[in-house]
């Protein structure tokens, strides 16, 4: 049985696409051009309660994106001016008069109805009698143009497109013809290892701002796996999907569209991914791990007591079964998602564990502490394997004698498996082998380092300092500095790096999350 589909269907799911990521100004243009509608809204039956309870501020911007019939269009704007000269907006009323396209229209093709509305518009008081003759009212205008608007509207699931091109992708791994949990490239239609060829640069322009809310601000952010989506964990708890090129919340996720948001009780300090992108975990100050399906917005797995105090990183295992957790009660953690118990617990640090990670072959995990150490675990036994204490060398210090500080991060270096890199509270970052012996430091210019992370290609070492200054190091040329950028004007909280485009985000206590680019 062959399938057809029909061009304007095609048409039409890019017109939804459009609307759903606010392109308004191309949505028109492609209608015009193809004279097909749309004709959808995210929820018909709150868009025609605006029209009977008379909320006309959203209902003309609603209707800017739809292709309506020209009378119904005129009746809706001729409603709109009786109830300005109702409520004796009479300013506002004239200026629609004069500038409303549709009732332009009107004045051209049915003069004896345009001037009706101008006779009304000159009295001194308001007549509903003049404005409503018969057996009308403004309850049974306004009911009678919701009918007409619910004959025009269609109601489609949201994201259409992407459905599909989703399904379709799917069908294809289940074929055999796309590796499973690979990256895709839509455009040249060739699995993603393409994308990742293209040569990694360090950032040069702030690209787009997101601004969080009056006292709340990011503690947590992380780029899904395939590039999709950012994701944000925040001060108040809430946990939100962003379309970043945008800076804009994805709408197209029902449960955001809806507000109704994934969220915890207390801040969520930490984020991660499940390498096919699909899940998502977050942890809480609280000791509270969720993992949830990105999709729906649907809690998958609860762990409940996963730690006895706030929840520092988190990382899932490369077959997504595992997933593993850095906390302030001093302990490093894996949980097995498939059983929802607590697996392994490793104790030694004796003081808040900042962030854990497994090494490249998961057989060993490495963890930062702000008691000044960091310790090389054995994954299997949980033994310590190797304690090391990264201390400021005197010339770095400026002549001061060698000083230890507490340790924020370990950040293993893709294409190197035996080399991991560590951002302590020092104006240096230095990185290690796992026999414990130091390679090689890079300074910042002025202050000490406060987050970092490193390129998926391993190619740049990036280092916010105190100042709000990024430190961009060009691991492919001996660790040179090689460019810097001033990223914040407060405390820089994190920094999480695209995984094959040559973006970053950095997140700031200013309540802002800044996007660069190259």
Not at 480 to 485: A, G, N, S, T, V
Request: aromatic share 8%; net charge neutral.
């Amino acid at each position: 049985m062959s399938l057809e589909i029909e061009a304007g269907d095609v048409v039409r799911l890019i017109l939804q696409f459009l609307k759903e990521n606010n392109l308004y100004n191309t949505l028109r243009a492609l209608q015009d051009e193809t004279e097909l509608s749309l004709n959808t809204v995210e929820n018909r039956d709150l868009f025609l309660q605006e029209v009977q309870h008379g909320n006309w501020d959203a209902v003309l911007t609603t209707l800017s994106t739809l292709k309506l019939p020209v009378e119904l269009v005129g009746e809706l704007y001729e409603q709109v001016v009786l109830e300005l000269c109702e409520l004796r907006e009479l300013d506002a009323a004239r200026a629609m008069m004069r500038a409303a396209p549709p009732l332009g229209r009107l004045k051209q093709q049915h003069p004896e109805r345009f001037l009706r509305l101008e006779r009304i518009l000159s009295r001194s008081s308001f007549n509903a009698s003049e404005a409503y003759p018969g057996n009308s009212s403004k309850d049974k205008r306004r009911a009678a143009l919701a009918q007409a608007l619910q004959q025009e509207i269609v109601v489609v699931p949201p994201s259409r497109l992407m459905a599909l091109i989703t399904q379709a992708l799917k069908w294809q791994q289940n074929q055999g013809l796309l590796p499973p949990g690979a990256r895709y490239d839509l455009f040249r239609g060739a699995a993603a290892q393409a994308l990742v060829a293209e040569k990694e640069q360090h950032p040069t322009q702030l690209d787009k701002t997101i601004k969080f809310g009056k006292a709340s601000y990011a503690e947590a952010a992380a780029f899904a796996p395939n590039g999709q989506i950012l994701v944000s964990g925040s001060s108040d708890g809430f946990v939100e999907v962003w379309n970043f090129m945008s800076a804009k919340l994805k709408k197209d996720l029902k449960y955001q569209a809806d507000e109704e948001f994934m969220m915890h009780d207390q801040a969520v300090l930490a984020l991660a991914f499940s390498p096919d992108s699909e899940h998502l975990a977050s942890g809480s100050q609280d000791g509270k791990i969720k993992v949830w399906k990105v999709s729906s917005g649907k809690v998958v797995r609860r762990f409940e007591s996963a730690h006895a105090q706030g929840v520092t990183s988190l990382q899932f295992a490369r077959d997504g079964s595992l997933i593993l957790s850095a906390s302030m009660d001093q302990s490093v953690r894996i949980h097995g998602l498939k059983s929802g118990k607590t697996l392994k617990i490793f104790r030694g640090h004796t003081s808040y564990v900042n962030e854990a990670a497994f090494a490249a072959d998961e057989s060993k995990l490495i963890s930062a502490s702000s008691d000044g150490t960091v310790k090389v675990w054995d994954a299997k036994t949980t033994d310590v394997l190797l304690s090391l204490t990264p201390s400021v060398s005197p010339l770095a210090a400026a002549g001061a004698a060698a000083k230890e500080s507490s340790v924020q991060q370990v950040l293993p270096v893709p294409h190197q498996p035996d080399n991991f890199v560590v951002c302590s509270r020092s104006p240096q970052l230095f990185l290690y082998n796992f026999q414990g012996q130091l390679l090689k430091t890079f300074a910042s210019d002025k202050g000490d380092f406060t987050c970092a992370c490193v390129s998926p290609k391993g190619d740049w070492l990036y280092g916010v300092a105190e100042d709000g200054v990024l430190h961009c190091f060009n691991l492919a040329n001996d660790g040179l500095l090689e460019h810097r950028l001033k990223v914040h004007e407060r405390d820089v909280l994190g920094i999480c790096h695209h995984p094959h485009q040559s973006r970053l985000a950095t997140y700031s206590s200013d309540g802002t999350l800044n996007l660069w680019k190259a």
